[in-house]
């Protein structure tokens, strides 16, 4: 099956300074989506990437698809402690299932 | 917003012993997921299920595990003997699309079940 590798696995960082997770696979990817999982929480969804190179914005955070297909990016500008939790990426392989990536903890610091 | 529950929220058990896991998934959806997170790890796929059969398993979803649409609104996961690395956080899913499609899954909050 589809395996996805999240980099960094943590991330420490002080509020205000901004964080990126890198989402790679060695296959070309149909699509891409990320997960929020806060502290003893269930994931949720925050955005799915289709297209090569496509680039999504919500607010502070922007998703990034690349051009190959087979990596992604979620940056956060100026984090805040609201921002923390853990962030998945998530590719659909076969018809229903959702493989999840490693994810990166991200603790800010206040 | 609507919302996938499930119940019961944390289930101790002694090994060996059946649990029955349930989730009312969102009213409109077709297709509902369980997935497992053990403490710490990734989240990971069991099994989804359409149309009232199961449409793609994992290799971690062995005879162990079944699953069930009871009546029109419960979508349950029984664990039959189980043992201590089935503790893990179990959360239930739906969608109204296929994954396929792209389509939103929305998850319950877990249940959380600890194995003795």
């Known amino acids: 099956g589809q395996q996805v590798m999240q980099i960094p696995q943590y991330q420490h960082v002080q509020e205000g300074e901004d964080f990126t997770t890198y989402c790679n696979s060695s296959?070309?990817?149909?699509?891409i989506q990320w997960y929020k999982q806060r502290p003893g929480g269930h994931p949720v969804f925050l955005i799915q990437?289709?297209?090569?190179?496509e680039v999504k914005k919500q607010k502070r955070l922007t998703f990034q698809f690349g051009e190959a297909k087979k990596n992604s990016s979620l940056h956060i500008t100026a984090t805040q402690t609201t921002d923390v939790g853990t962030y998945f990426c998530?590719?659909?392989?076969?018809?229903?299932?959702?493989?999840f990536g490693t994810g990166t903890k991200l603790q800010v610091i206040p | 917003e609507p919302e996938v529950t499930q119940t019961p929220s944390h289930q101790v058990t002694q090994m060996g012993q059946e649990v029955i896991l349930r989730c009312v998934p969102i009213?409109?959806?077709?297709?509902f997921y369980w997935y497992r997170q053990i403490l710490g790890q990734k989240v990971e796929f069991l099994v989804s299920?359409?149309?009232?059969?199961?449409?793609?398993k994992s290799e971690i979803f062995d005879d162990q595990f079944s699953v069930e649409r009871p009546d029109g609104s419960n979508f349950t996961l029984k664990i039959r003997s189980t043992k201590l690395e089935d503790s893990a956080m179990y959360f239930c899913?739906?969608?109204?699309?296929?994954?396929?499609?792209?389509?939103?899954?929305?998850f319950g909050e877990g249940s959380w079940l600890t194995v003795v």
């Open positions: 899913a739906s969608s109204s699309k296929t994954t396929g499609e792209g389509n939103t899954i929305y």
């Open positions: 296959t070309t990817l149909s699509n």
């Open positions: 990437l289709v297209k090569s190179g």
């Open positions: 998530a590719v659909s392989g076969g018809y229903q299932k959702v493989t």
């Open positions: 009213s409109n959806h077709l297709y």
């Open positions: 299920f359409y149309n009232n059969e199961i449409s793609e």
